[in-house]
C-alpha cells in the first residue's frame, strides 16, 4: 500500500485517495462478507434492507464503493442532523437522537445497526454499554467498528501515545497547539472538554461489551489499527 501526501492528507477520510479512505474501502469489503452472510435471502428476494448508522454520514457510503447500497434504505443517527451530499438521495434520512439512549426507537427496527468510529465519542465504559444495549435492541444484526486504543497514533489528535497522556497534559497540549482535527482552542476548559471527549478501546473492552460476536482485526504495519465486531444481536 503506496503513500504519499503529509499526515493529515492521508488520515482525512473524505481525501478519496487518502490512507485512511483506503483503509475504509478495505474495512467495506469485511463488512460486505457479513452482509452478504447475512441477508443472501433478502438480497435474493430483492427485500429493501433497512441500516441505522449511529454518528453516520451520507458521503462515507457514497464514498467507500458498497456495492448493495441501491438494496438498502439508511437510518443517519445523529446528536444532530448530517448534513446531506445529496439531499434528493431518498436512501438517506437523518435522525436526531442519542446512541445511548434511543427510546424512541422501537426494539427490533432495524436490520442491522452498523456504526463506524463512534463508540469512542460517546463516553466511557456505562455509556460504551448502553449504546451496546441500544444497537442490539434496535436492530436484528450489528456491526461495529472502532479505532485500536493501543495503535501508536492517536486517530482524531494525530499524535503519538496521546491517548497515554494524563487529562491535564492533554489539556495543556491542545490549549497551546492545534493537533489533528481540532481547531485551536482558546480556553483551558475548553481543551479539557475536548481531551476527554474522545475515549479509545482496547480488544479486551470490545470482546467485554460483545462477548459473542465475531472481531476482526485491521493491520497496518503489522500493528492493529483497528477493530470490527460483528454479530446476531439475539445471540
Not at 501526501?5 to 487518502?18: I, M, R
Not at 465519542?121 to 455509556?127: I, T
Request: with cysteine; charged share 30%; glycine share 6%.
Amino acid at each position: 500500500m503506496g503513500i504519499k501526501g503529509n499526515l493529515h492528507y492521508n488520515a482525512d477520510g473524505n481525501n478519496k485517495d487518502s490512507l485512511s479512505n483506503r483503509f475504509r474501502r478495505k474495512r467495506m469489503k469485511v463488512f460486505e462478507e457479513f452482509f452478504e452472510s447475512t441477508f443472501a435471502n433478502e438480497l435474493k428476494s430483492g427485500k429493501t434492507i433497512r441500516i441505522l448508522d449511529i454518528g453516520g454520514r451520507n458521503r462515507y457510503w457514497n464514498s467507500v464503493g458498497f456495492k448493495y447500497i441501491s438494496n438498502c434504505e439508511f437510518t443517519l443517527l445523529n446528536l444532530k442532523a448530517a448534513e446531506l451530499d445529496n439531499t434528493g438521495d431518498r436512501r438517506f434520512s437523518n435522525k436526531i437522537g442519542d446512541a445511548t439512549d434511543m427510546k424512541d426507537i422501537a426494539d427490533n427496527s432495524y436490520d442491522l445497526v452498523f456504526s463506524n468510529s463512534c463508540i469512542e465519542h460517546v463516553g466511557k465504559k456505562p455509556e460504551w454499554e448502553k449504546m451496546r444495549n441500544e444497537m442490539l435492541r434496535t436492530g436484528r444484526y450489528y456491526f461495529l467498528q472502532t479505532p485500536n486504543k493501543y495503535f501508536p497514533m492517536e486517530p482524531h489528535f494525530l499524535f503519538l501515545g496521546f491517548q497515554f497522556l494524563p487529562l491535564k497534559t492533554k489539556a495543556f497540549i491542545l490549549k497551546h497547539f492545534r493537533h489533528g482535527w481540532f481547531a485551536y482552542i482558546e480556553t483551558y476548559e475548553q481543551a479539557y472538554e475536548a481531551a476527554d471527549s474522545i475515549h479509545l478501546l482496547t480488544q479486551k473492552d470490545l470482546k467485554a461489551l460483545f462477548p459473542k460476536g465475531t472481531i476482526r482485526k485491521e493491520r497496518f504495519l503489522g500493528i492493529t489499527k483497528s477493530f470490527m465486531v460483528m454479530g446476531k444481536a439475539s445471540d
